[in-house]
């Protein structure tokens, strides 16, 4: 199993729950697996075209599923994956 680490904005979706273990092969079936658990999410997490929302940065470790294979990246037992939203703001 993966670990997902859910971000504090997101929480709300997830009845709070920062951590969430699951079973999937992939980060997209982790976040297809966690829409299904939590629909309220999934808006969140996907474009209405079934992509990973592009302002979502997904870490597996420390690299970002954009260097790696993005939603196909297979996930191993173990594995932390972390969700975090980019901030905008500035001056």
Known sequence: ??????????RKF?????KLDISA???EEALLDLSA???????HLFDEGGQIRTFLNIFIGEDDIRDLQEGKTPLQPGTVVSIVPAIAGGV
């Open 25 to 27: 092969g992939t980060v």
């Open 14 to 18: 997830t009845n709070n729950t920062a």
């Open 37 to 43: 658990n939590y629909p309220d999410l999934k808006k």
């Open 1 to 10: 199993m993966a670990t997902v680490i859910i971000p504090t904005p997101l």
